[in-house]
T-cell receptor, first 113, second 111 residues
Framework: DTAVSQTPKYLVTQMGNDKSIKCEQNLGHDTMYWYKQDSKKFLKIMFS???????INETVPNRFSPKSPDKAHLNLHINSLELGDSAVYFCASSQVAWPYEQYFGPGTRLTVT | QKEVEQNSGPLSVPEGAIASLNCTYSDRGSQSFFWYRQYSGKSPELIMF????GDKEDGRFTAQLNKASQYVSLLIRDSQPSDSATYLCAVNPFGNEKLTFGTGTRLTIIP
């Protein structure tokens, strides 16, 4: 069974469109994250949710909005897509307790044309 | 100064040798340190973490932490071609869920 899963794996869309990426984890973790990995492979946290509550919100344009319907799911909705949004987006999860070992999903490669 | 620094490489190591990957961090209050392996086109995979000064061994992998020098390293013994990947160092600077990643070191094991 896949521990952290994401859909879709690839997403190609045009500038200005709105798209969503879904994430689910079956590890029983309380905390979920969204990361962005750019073309230089730098991995940067965007958001973190703990049991459906937002706990980390880095400097991310408000076109990006995470939604957590329950603690096993954390979706990412992106409005008015821009060329610079092209990247690989990873979902991750961890237990709520230290040391917060994080486990990553397979990633979604978003290409904005 | 970057919060977490790694030599981007590429680092080339002959098969069977020891690969040594290094990471420095800027926040002295950092509490836990993680090593991830990322194959090309794949997601980061947790190898191990360390939080006490000294060495921690897991199979062919040894993590070393020196908080006084703000330095953490990963040694891979008996390197195999399958170890060829980018290795990401991550630091937990605030004692909470937020991890700060380095830019990674690309390791190539030469058969």
């Amino acid at each position: 069974d896949t521990a952290v899963s994401q859909t879709p794996k690839y997403l190609v869309t045009q500038m200005g469109n709105d798209k969503s990426i879904k994430c689910e984890q079956n590890l029983g973790h309380d905390t979920m994250y969204w990361y962005k990995q750019d073309s230089k492979k730098f991995l940067k946290i965007m958001f973190s949710y703990n049991n459906k509550e937002l706990i980390i919100n880095e400097t991310v344009p408000n076109r990006f909005s995470p939604k957590s319907p329950d603690k096993a799911h954390l979706n990412l909705h992106i409005n008015s897509l821009e060329l610079g949004d092209s990247a690989v987006y990873f979902c991750a999860s961890s237990q709520v307790a230290w040391p917060y070992e994080q486990y990553f999903g397979p990633g979604t490669r978003l290409t904005v044309t | 100064q970057k919060e977490v620094e790694q030599n981007s490489g590429p680092l080339s190591v002959p098969e069977g040798a020891i690969a040594s990957l290094n990471c420095t961090y800027s926040d002295r209050g950092s509490q836990s340190f993680f090593w991830y392996r990322q194959y090309s086109g794949k997601s980061p995979e947790l190898i191990m973490f360390i939080y006490s000064n000294g060495d921690k061994e897991d199979g062919r992998f040894t993590a070393q932490l020196n908080k006084a020098s703000q330095y953490v390293s990963l040694l891979i013994r008996d390197s195999q071609p399958s170890d060829s990947a980018t290795y990401l160092c991550a630091v937990n600077p605030f004692g909470n869920e937020k991890l700060t990643f380095g830019t990674g070191t690309r390791l190539t094991i030469i058969p």
